[in-house]
């Protein structure tokens, strides 16, 4: 019967009715053989099977052959009769010792097509089939491993002998043989490459045989496991192509999906699917629209045209995607950077109806792609953090990455979830690979959220494994520590040794956050400030506006003086100057003035123009920093001022003290017509504050031309005279211990030129003659014509600059005449310094001199202090002129001048008697003889 047409069905379905009349009366063999017909041909013969009794399968003595034929009958027409399928099940049982290979592998087949369920049957079919895995042939090996699959059932022993046994018989197995193989090891994620390699060699020589579905089984199990075959990938695209006009929707969708995980570089089939999935796209189902997405996106190709209507589509029946389906979707458009609003709203309306049902990565994948996409959704990411606090538990170190970098690129700070994803971090920290870490850090730093003990345990657990950190996350390290003002002394050193050998890979946002987070922790880095800036000037024209800004800012907060970085630096700031935001700008005028970068005059000319039509926009510090900064470089640009003086006078309320001070001297030093409205308005505000302006500030107003000079001058009085009570009388060490944190205290390293005149009156230095002034101005004019910028990359110079010589804030020099009677010849000689250079020879380290760091800034101490210098030096020479005999006493007097080179002339003329009792002995660094402050 099974011999005939399906054109006969008619006439089948009458015979079959009467048969089922006479069931009764048939032999088990009669039965079984009648329906094994019907199912064969595919015609649904219920009524057949409904006509057995399940009473008569034992009664009738069924045998194997019987059974099995029964089984697999219900399973072909998807019939589940259960009363019928247990006393099958339970017979098939009792008599499974005389079931043949087929009889095994159909019944297994049958049970798992139903998927009904009879655990000891079915293991112990799995015993037997395993012990008698040499009988089998090629459809029952295929049979047994599907039922395995279908079961989710991962039998290692068995699926190895299956595995072991088709390799054996390869060259017999047909293309649904080899298809069904391939699904049972990609569904239970079983890679056995042996097996792999013989499919894929017998595959190639058939593949013009496979039929569709073979082909889209063949193509998703093979991406499933991430097997990579280039001659069966090859081959698969091929027929792929040639058979697509038969392809249904689902079978692109897959097909797309399969290819684009074995990242085929073939790109005429991607667009030949693509090309012919956007036509069948209304018959795609939410898992297909999804899957879909997710192949264009890992494929990372964005087909516009087909993006938007998979997002019409997926509008369409957004309520039945599933919700790994929802985040896969948005995780794909953002992936892409395609923002398809409308999508977006569907989605999340989705997400907040069903947040309860979102699993961990479902979340996480959800709240990565809103935050790639920049779509700020309160709503959504309220729910994503309360369902993630229920699911906090499950979060593997990926989620725990990914959702912090997703709230806080977003700027959404939501407490309980940091402090839970802290939790989770703590416990899970040894599983993070790099770029979850780094992650962690930087958004934890991007929230302002100072978790100690989190960064702590960050930071031991990058220090031994930094070699698996690329530039982007060695810079978002030291980015983090520094935002969050960290100072972690032995990560930072990593970092730098770390960077120092991949800066050739850094990218200029890279460099730019690099030396900013090491200007942000005050850390001097000469060997890696120098690398930087090689490798910044072999890249500048990449660098974006805020990123020549930062590196700018960075390399004047650190008085890193590198001529060639700045020249570069300005040059480039120039053409994209347009770019720049108030606070870049007013940043970049400090940067070059603070460095003494007085001859960049394009560069000021054009921050000038690119400021004027800005100005509203100018915070007070703005205002203040500009200020100084043109005055300080001496560029006279009336415009610019003039135009600034309004701005001021608009936001005077708002200035600081310090900003108040800077202002003021900037529009006393201004050679162009006198603001008498800024400066009295000036001059009325800083009376308004006088009593909170700190002596630093103090110091400046008093060289002002303000009319309330006489009151500031009043003011800062009393506090120069305390601070000259308080300088130690005698070299003990108690008392220079206190003199230090009474300076500290104080926050000042200068009083200005008034101010360190009344200090200098109050000790009784008195002015030098006239002819000494013409000597020093001689002297430090020369000085500063002569002196040269050194030059990293020649291996002398670069000594100087990692001795200090880099550090210079402005130009500054000090001339000394120096007179000693000593035993023998009176000792004299002169010297002029300069601030912040160091001559070759002389060490200021291992002077007798103890060097105090400012009070202002830590990186800074006395030792690169012209005056410093110069007595240290006076001292040092009057050492080594006593040879090996200790000079228990000498008396002579030191003439010396202070003048700031890059301000109108202003200098200081003095005097002093200086008188030393005991130099002898080798020098001991930080055990101070002698003091300077």
């Not at 303000?706 to 003990?732: H, N, Y």
């Amino acid at each position: 019967m099974a011999k005939l047409r399906r054109t006969e069905e008619p006439l089948l379905r009458i015979i079959s009715i009467k048969a089922a009349d006479v069931i009764p009366d048939c032999d088990q063999q009669e039965i079984s053989n009648l329906v094994w017909s019907y199912a064969k041909m595919s015609i649904k013969n219920e009524n057949l099977l409904a006509a057995i009794e399940p009473s008569s399968i034992a009664s009738n003595s069924f045998n194997a052959q019987g059974l099995s034929n029964l089984a697999w009958s219900c399973a072909k027409i998807l019939y589940r009769p259960t009363p019928l399928l247990q006393a099958i099940s339970d017979e098939a049982l009792h008599r499974l010792d005389t079931f043949t290979e087929q009889n095994l592998a159909n019944t297994a087949w049958a049970m798992a097509k139903l998927q009904w369920s009879h655990p000891p049957l079915f293991s112990a079919i799995s015993e037997l089939v395993l012990r008698n895995i040499q009988e089998f042939f090629p459809q029952a090996l295929a049979n047994m491993a599907w039922s395995l699959a279908t079961y989710l059932m991962r039998d290692i022993p068995l699926l190895d002998a299956i595995a072991a046994k088709s390799v054996d018989i390869m060259p017999q197995f047909n293309p649904q043989n080899m298809s069904n193989t391939l699904w049972s090891l990609a569904t239970l994620g079983h890679f056995h490459n042996e097996l792999l390699d013989s499919i894929a060699t017998a595959a190639v020589n058939q593949i013009s045989d496979f039929p569709v579905q073979e082909l889209v089984n063949s193509s998703w199990a093979v991406a499933k496991l991430v097997y990579t075959h280039g001659q069966l990938s090859s081959a698969l695209c091929d027929a792929t192509s040639c058979r697509l006009h038969q392809y249904r929707a689902r079978d692109l969708t897959n097909s797309i999906w399969a290819f684009a995980r074995l990242k085929c570089d073939k790109s005429t089939i991607i667009d030949a699917i693509t090309g012919s999935v956007l036509d069948k796209l209304d018959h795609c189902l939410p898992q297909e629209l999804s899957n879909l997405a997710y192949s264009m996106a890992n494929l990372h190709i964005c087909d516009t045209q087909l993006m938007h209507a998979i997002a019409e589509r997926a509008i369409r029946c957004i309520q039945d995607f599933a919700v790994q389906h929802l985040a896969n979707t948005v995780w794909a458009f953002a992936t892409l950077g395609i923002l398809h609003k409308p999508l977006l709203e569907a989605i999340s309306a989705e997400t907040l109806k069903r947040i309860d049902q979102f699993e961990p990565q479902a979340l996480t994948n959800t709240a990565w792609s809103f935050a790639t996409l920049g779509v700020r959704n309160i709503a959504v990411l309220e729910a994503i953090a309360s369902q993630a606090l229920t699911k906090i538990d499950e979060y593997i170190p990926q989620d725990i990455g990914n959702t912090a970098w997703a709230f806080a690129k977003l700027e959404f700070y939501h407490e309980r979830l940091f402090e839970a994803l802290a939790t989770q971090a703590l416990q899970k920290l040894s599983s993070f690979i790099a770029q979850e870490i780094t992650n962690t850090a930087w958004a934890f730093a991007k929230l302002g959220v100072c978790h100690e003990s989190l960064f702590e345990a960050l930071s031991k657990q990058s220090i031994p494994r930094l070699r698996e950190y690329d530039p982007q996350a060695l810079s978002n390290m030291s980015w983090a520590y520094a935002t969050l003002s960290i100072h972690d002394a032995l990560l930072m050193a990593a970092l730098s040794a770390e960077s120092i050998a991949k800066l050739s890979k850094f990218l200029p946002q890279n460099l730019g956050n690099t030396v900013w987070s090491l200007a942000k922790l005050s850390i001097q880095d000469f060997q890696l400030l120098h690398a930087v800036a090689a490798r910044s000037m072999a890249r500048m024209d990449e660098y974006k506006p805020q990123e020549l800004s930062n590196t700018v800012w960075a390399v004047a907060k650190l008085g890193f003086r590198h001529t060639p970085l700045m020249d570069a630096l300005a040059e480039a700031s120039i053409n994209t100057i347009a770019a720049l935001n108030p606070h870049d700008l007013s940043g970049t005028a400090w940067a070059f003035a603070t460095l003494s970068y007085s001859d960049h005059m394009p560069l000021l000319h054009a921050i000038s123009a690119a400021s004027i039509p800005l100005l509203p926009e100018f915070n007070s510090q703005d205002l203040a920093n500009t200020a100084w900064s043109f005055a300080t470089c001496g560029f006279q640009d009336s415009q610019i001022m003039d135009r600034q003086s309004s701005e001021v006078l608009v936001k005077l309320s708002e200035f600081a003290p310090q900003g108040l001070a800077t202002t003021a001297w900037a529009y006393s030093s201004y050679d162009g017509k006198e603001n008498n409205v800024l400066m009295d308005a000036l001059s009325k505000e800083v009376m308004r504050k006088l009593t909170e302006i700190e002596p630093q500030s103090l110091g400046i107003l008093a060289d002002a031309k303000l009319a309330c000079r006489a009151d500031v001058e009043r003011t800062l009085q009393p506090l120069a005279e305390s601070f000259v009570e308080r300088i130690p009388k005698m070299l003990d060490q108690s008392a220079i211990q206190e003199f230090d944190s009474f300076v500290r205290e104080m926050r000042v390293d200068n009083f200005g030129c008034w101010g360190t005149r009344h200090v200098f009156q109050q000790m009784g230095l008195v002015d030098s003659d006239k002819a000494f002034v013409l000597r020093a101005k001689e002297q430090i004019v020369l000085a500063g014509t002569t002196a040269g910028v050194e030059n990293a990359t020649n291996g002398k110079d670069r000594q100087e600059v990692l001795k200090g010589s880099a550090l210079v804030h402005r130009r500054v020099f000090s001339y000394g005449e120096f007179h000693f009677d000593v035993a023998g010849p009176p000792l004299a000689f002169s010297l002029t310094k300069e601030n912040g250079r160091v001559d070759k020879g002389f060490d200021p380290r291992s002077s007798i001199l103890r060097r105090l760091s400012s009070p202002i800034s830590g990186l800074v101490d006395r030792s690169l202090c012209s005056e410093f210098q110069l007595l240290a030096a006076a001292l040092d020479s009057l050492m080594r002129s006593s040879g090996s005999s200790p000079i228990s006493s000498a008396r002579g007097f030191v003439r010396f001048t202070s003048s700031l080179g890059a301000l109108p002339f202003m200098a200081l003329y003095l005097h002093v008697t200086l008188r030393v009792l005991y130099l002898g002995g080798p020098p001991v660094p930080d055990s101070p003889s002698a003091s300077a402050f």
